[in-house]
Each structure stands twice: as C-alpha cells, then as structure tokens.
C-alpha cells in the first residue's frame, strides 16, 4: 500500500483512482502524517475483500483463438507469425 500526503491526493486524485480502478493500487491518505483515509479497488469494498484483486487474465484457449483470427484473410505472413518466430 503506497502512502500519500493529503495535499498529493489532492493534486493526484484522478490518478490515484485510476491506479485503483484499472490496476488494484491501494493508497493510504495521510493527514499531518498520520492515517486519514485509502483508496482501495472497488472489489474490495463491495465484496468484503481486504487482499488485492488480481487483474483479469484471458485463458490460452482465448488467446489462441485471438491470434488465430489475427492471421486470417493475408496472403503473407501475419505479424503475429511475424513475430512469435522472431520471439526470444
């Protein structure tokens, strides 16, 4: 959990809640250095939750069929093609 002054939240608010929303940040807000408030994803207030979200992840059948339908309709080789056999 990453610790902010008040005055940094305030000047960083729409960040702050977007590190929470879109990557499950959690920021403690402190107020003449001690705890105020936090802002936490939203999973975890509305779920009971107190351990960190993990992000969605597709399945491999997801993906595959992804790159599948990338390659599909070219005459030459696809850049997912392209790319997985330049991989390292």
Do not use: C, W, Y
Request: no cysteine; charged share 25%; aromatic share 2%.
């Amino acid at each position: 959990m990453h610790k902010r002054s008040l005055v940094e939240a305030k000047a960083h608010l729409s960040q702050l809640v977007d590190a929470a929303e879109h990557h499950g940040a959690r920021v403690l807000i402190l107020r003449h250095g001690k705890p105020a408030a936090a802002i936490v994803p939203p999973g975890d207030v509305l779920h009971g939750k107190a351990s960190h979200k993990q992000p969605h992840r597709p399945s491999a059948k997801t993906v595959s069929a992804l790159f599948a339908g990338l390659g599909k309709g070219n005459a030459e080789p696809s850049a997912v093609a392209d790319l997985l056999r330049n991989r390292r």
